[in-house]
Antibody, heavy 125, light 107 residues
Framework: EVQLVESGGGLVQPGGSLRLSCAAP????????MTWVRQAPGKGLEWVAN????????YYVDSVKGRFTVSRDNAKNSLYLQMHSLRAEDTAVYYC??????????????????WGQGTVVTVSS | AIQMTQSPSSLSASIGDRVTITCRAS??????LGWYQQKPGKAPKLLIY???SLQSGVPSRFSGSGSGTDFTLTISSLQPEDFATYYC?????????FGQGTKVEIK
């Protein structure tokens, strides 16, 4: 079965660090861009970061630039999100998602077709 | 960053109703838009990509349309399992941005 499994969430104090992992049993992670999306309690979805297949290109939302780092280990078929200088506003469920390319009408589009179950990060003293 | 504005924020509808949700981008995004469904406590699910293409396995009562700045998700005949929150997402440029969501509730 194609799936994503996140781990590493937990309770951390403001200013602390946490590393999230996302494993991809069932498919070869190296074939795809991968993405992190988060959802604060009772709020909507927020795209956080993504990373190219070879790990050499990354993008971030402004609010996490300089604090979060997305990386991958294709040999381990895994994706990571290293989070530093955590703030209360980083409290959220964090989802990893597969960023798949679709060819449609002579152009390519991407969309998040497979999602993990989410891991909860709580930043609080 | 491109702002995505959905309307309405919530709606009440009955089984069998036709439901329409709109999403407006703050600048043109061609057809680089997807629609996602999220049920409470669950991960989002892809419904539509490229503004109008139905993801494999998604019921045909879901459809998407639009290009440029104005987009629509339509559910032709609302079913019990469709009560959820729906989000649009632009994949035209970075940062990717979601709409604020539309909650579809039972009337």
């Amino acid at each position: 079965e194609v799936q994503l499994v996140e781990s590493g969430g937990g309770l951390v104090q403001p200013g602390g660090s946490l590393r999230l992992s996302c494993a991809a049993p069932g498919f070869t992670l190296s074939t795809y861009w991968m993405t992190w999306v988060r959802q604060a309690p009772g709020k909507g979805l927020e795209w956080v970061a993504n990373i190219k297949q070879d790990g050499n290109v990354t993008y971030y939302v402004d609010s996490v630039k300089g604090r979060f780092t997305v990386s991958r280990d294709n040999a381990k078929n895994s994706l990571y999100l290293q989070m530093h200088s955590l703030r209360a506003e980083d409290t959220a469920v964090y989802y990893c998602a597969r960023d798949r390319d679709y060819y449609h009408g002579s152009a390519y589009y991407d969309a998040f077709d497979i999602w993990g179950q989410g891991t909860v990060v709580t930043v609080s003293s | 960053a491109i702002q995505m504005t959905q309307s309405p924020s919530s709606l009440s509808a009955s089984i069998g109703d036709r439901v329409t949700i709109t999403c407006r981008a703050s600048q043109g995004i061609r057809s680089d838009l997807g629609w996602y469904q999220q049920k409470p406590g669950k991960a989002p699910k892809l419904l539509i990509y490229a503004a109008s293409s139905l993801q494999s396995g998604v019921p045909s009562r879901f459809s998407g349309s639009g290009s440029g700045t104005d987009f629509t998700l339509t559910i032709s005949s609302l079913q019990p399992e469709d009560f959820a929150t729906y989000y649009c997402l632009q994949d035209y440029n970075y940062p990717r941005t979601f709409g604020q969501g539309t909650k579809v509730e039972i009337k």
